[in-house]
């Protein structure tokens, strides 16, 4: 639910972004967050993963990787 609520909020700076600077680089920067939470899950053991200090990041990065690229998807439309 946390990473739903951080992708509705960050859609909309998301998609002003995109109008402004294109559809590219916003799409760059939800690779970059999903690759950033892809490295984290991978490199962090279980026991790490379980508690908040790695969740939050982990939902943050995802809601911010989702905003980026429905945002510029759902612009044209």
């Known amino acids: 639910m946390l990473g739903t609520a951080i992708g509705a909020l960050v859609q909309y700076p998301a ?30 053991s279980a026991e790490e993963l379980g508690g908040w200090g790695a969740l939050l990041p982990l939902y943050v990065l995802h809601g911010v990787g989702r905003a980026c690229f429905e945002a510029p998807s759902y612009a044209m439309l």
Do not use: D, M, W
């Not at 967050?33 to 490295?39: D, F, G, K, N």
């Open 15 to 44: 998609k002003r972004l995109a109008a402004t600077v294109g559809k590219v680089p916003v799409l760059l920067i939800g690779q970059l967050a999903y690759l950033t939470e892809a490295v984290l899950v991978y490199s962090l």
